[in-house]
């Protein structure tokens, strides 16, 4: 591979994500409940100048470990704290990610299965989605990946390169101080059964540093742990356990789901590539299946490292991976990424609190199969599955797309739970954004399986999958987004911050209503959160001196305690009010004006009262 070649990769690759990644970022405003949460806890950061314990509306947050609060941290203090900067980690580690896949790739099985494995990790519809929002998530992915890959080179590699293994323990310890012990659990979830299958284990306890890689680890990872422990004592290791273990054994939050949680998860997040995947995954433990028992001499390969000059083995290894599964080096590869998914799949469905990004972490082990398959298939017609990843590829294609075009009929027919989350969906329409979003996939995956059906044309399969899911992309972020911000989103952030403004020191801010702790960002203020039910929690602060301003669904008005009969409507926003006890000193200057609606064309009138 020429340098020429894989620079001009590495630019496509970094122009491409960067679009994906970085346009718009900061148009949408904070979601809840965990954006708004983590944006304003590092904003609470700033504030309060303790990088220790992080806090949400000033008291203790356990929640997640402090490198995602220090990243974001670190951009309000260059940058202002604003939604863009919340997200500007996620997106520039979304960026690094693509880079390292295809680093790692082209490195090993060179740049055609380099530059598709990078674009099928970057083009599908969840890791553009983790990668814009104020998430730990891509954070985490970045990390494990990195020790994944490092431990792939610094085991195989020889002479300097097994200096890779070191990316290994850096990366688990960077990956718990993200999120926790699932930054260790990942890589280990691989590595134990590839290591085992392989017979590798005595190779990785020679080359791998495991003690001094242990120490490094614990290096990195214990001291803040440590801190927190003796700042915040039970309390922090209650909490943390909770939000630990307690997540894989009870549902926390409503987020359950059946064993299968994560079958449509996978196949619709993974789009447009769920089929290649699918087919790789089953042709690789085939393979593998195929291999066992097969002596290390009759495979023609003893170290399967995807390095030209691998370490040869000791004839006492040889002897005791006689009756180990072997595999050519593409192939051991392979069996890696297969075993990542796999490993982590079952992990995570196996855990009783389930979200559709906790499996993001298998992600690029899922592109390395995809991408593998798919030269496999270009270079060799008879590869057997190519016609069938296709068929899934365009089922689930047209599945969704339908799904995107009927969003007007879906809208209004689940009206009434709608309108609970976002009291102005009443008043507004979907818009014609999903529709097209939905005919683009409709008409593209007709494409894929023009190309992909025929064996003289199936190169261009691969570029028109690509193509659809980069155009629905930027049809979410430049139409389907600015349209749900404006009337869904940015509403009651709006009034917060008004309320922000206009409030003392003494003076006191509610926010009551279903848990937006999005909206303490805005007001860059304490709040009092008063939930739907707890009605009574409210009366002592009402009658205490000074100003008090209340944010609320205008739908929950009449719920509040008699206290606030005498309250003024200070401003309304689409199904949101923001009420005040005193009349309001300013209107700050830069509050947009709310869209539009002509009440003559409203197609929800009904629901109205």
């Not at 997640?64 to 202002?80: C, D, E, H, N, R």
Request: glycine share 10%; with cysteine; net charge positive.
């Amino acid at each position: 591979m020429s340098q020429d070649e894989r620079g001009a990769h590495l630019v496509l690759l970094l122009a491409l994500s960067g679009l994906l990644f970085f346009l718009g970022l900061g148009s949408l405003g904070l979601t809840d409940r965990d954006e708004g949460s983590n944006a304003e806890a590092a904003r609470e950061m700033v504030e309060t100048g303790d990088w220790i314990s992080p806090t949400l509306n000033y008291q203790p947050r356990f929640a997640k470990p402090v490198f995602i609060y220090w990243l974001m941290s670190g951009a309000y203090t260059l940058f202002g704290a604003s939604e863009f900067t919340a997200r500007l980690p996620s997106a520039l580690f979304g960026v690094a990610l693509i880079a390292l896949q295809y680093l790692f790739l082209s490195r090993l099985r060179g740049p055609a299965v380099g530059l598709f494995g990078a674009l099928m990790l970057l083009l599908n519809l969840e890791i553009v989605a983790i990668g814009r929002m104020a998430l730990t998530d891509s954070v985490l992915i970045f990390f494990t990946t990195l020790s994944l890959y490092g431990f792939w080179l610094g085991l195989h590699g020889e002479g300097r390169e097994r200096h890779y293994i070191w990316l290994l323990y850096v990366g688990m310890a960077l990956g718990t101080l993200t999120k926790g012990p699932v930054g260790i659990a990942v890589p280990l979830l691989a590595i134990v059964p590839y290591l085992t299958l392989t017979g590798r284990w005595g190779q990785f306890w020679r080359t791998g540093f495991p003690l001094a890689g242990l120490l490094v680890l614990l290096l990195l990872a214990v001291p803040w742990y440590a801190a927190m422990l003796a700042i915040h004592g039970s309390q922090y290791t209650a909490s943390a356990q909770a939000d630990t273990v307690g997540r894989f054994l009870n549902v926390l939050g409503g987020h359950g789901g059946t064993l299968f949680f994560y079958v449509p998860v996978l196949l619709f997040g993974f789009f447009p590539w769920s089929g290649f995947l699918v087919v790789g995954l089953y042709q690789t433990f085939k393979d593998w299946r195929a291999a066992r028992g097969t002596k290390l001499e009759d495979s023609g390969l003893s170290g399967s490292s995807g390095f030209s000059g691998s370490t040869k083995e000791t004839k006492q290894t040889r002897q005791t991976q006689v009756s180990v599964a072997r595999l050519p080096a593409p192939q051991e590869l392979e069996l890696f990424a297969a075993l990542w998914v796999a490993a982590v799949f079952v992990f995570f469905s196996l855990s009783a609190t389930r979200l559709p990004h906790y499996i993001a972490p298998l992600f690029p082990a899922a592109a390395i199969l995809a991408a593998s398959y798919w030269h496999r298939s270009l270079s060799n017609p008879a590869v057997p599955g190519r016609r069938a990843a296709v068929h899934v590829t365009m089922g689930l294609g047209y599945l969704l797309g339908v799904a995107l075009a009927a969003t007007p009929a879906l809208y209004d027919k689940f009206l009434d739970v709608i309108v609970k989350e976002f009291p102005v969906a009443t008043q507004v329409t979907p818009g014609f954004g999903a529709v097209a979003a939905g005919l683009t996939l409709v008409i593209g995956c007709g494409m894929v399986g023009y190309f992909g059906l025929s064996d003289k044309r199936r190169a261009g399969a691969f570029w028109a999958a690509g193509a659809t899911i980069a155009i629905v992309m930027l049809l979410a972020i430049q139409v389907v987004l600015p349209r749900f911000n404006a009337y869904f989103v940015a509403p009651p952030h709006e009034l917060a911050y008004a309320a922000g403004v206009n409030l003392g020191p003494d003076d006191r801010l509610i926010l009551y209503g279903p848990a937006r702790p999005s909206l303490i960002f805005y007001a860059k203020r304490k709040a009092i959160v008063i939930r739907p039910g707890e009605e009574e929690k409210m009366r002592p602060h009402l009658t205490q001196p000074g100003r008090t301003m209340i944010v609320l669904p205008a739908r929950l008005r009449p719920q509040l305690p008699a206290e606030t009969e005498n309250y003024v409507t200070l401003l309304e926003r689409y199904g949101y009010s923001l009420l005040a006890s005193e009349p309001m000193v300013k209107l700050p200057a830069n509050l947009p004006p709310p869209p539009v609606i002509d009440p003559e064309k409203d197609p929800h009138a009904r629901y109205k009262q």
